[in-house]
């Protein structure tokens, strides 16, 4: 069963994000993991969405997501992520 990451974020140091984005796609691929949604429009149907930018990232599995954000390759750049936005980050599992 497929397992998701969201993330909702706001920008605040865009050089730490840019060092991130040169590098996050390369940690995803050995864990089969894809970015299905990542910025464009956003409209908020219900509730209140205070964030700029929502990422989703698809995984094969709950185990393989898991894999991936606990991985040395992540946990290197994930400092970056952290220092340069706001953000909010779930992990859900898919439906067969």
């Known amino acids: 069963m497929s397992a998701y990451y969201i ?7 865009p050089a730490k994000f840019e060092a991130y984005r040169k590098v996050v796609m390369s940690t995803l691929a050995p864990f ?3 970015i299905v949604a990542r910025g ?10 205070p964030f700029d930018r929502t990422v989703i ?3 094969p599995s709950r185990t393989a997501a898991e ?4 991985s040395p390759a992540y946990q290197v ?10 953000c909010n980050a779930i992990l859900i599992d898919g439906v067969e």
């Open 7 to 13: 993330f909702q974020e706001s920008l605040h140091d």
């Open 32 to 34: 089969d993991g894809r």
């Open 40 to 49: 464009g429009e956003l409209t908020v149907v219900e509730g209140e969405w």
């Open 57 to 59: 990232v698809e995984f």
């Open 67 to 70: 894999a991936w954000y606990n």
């Open 77 to 86: 750049i994930l400092p970056l992520r952290l220092q340069s936005m706001m």
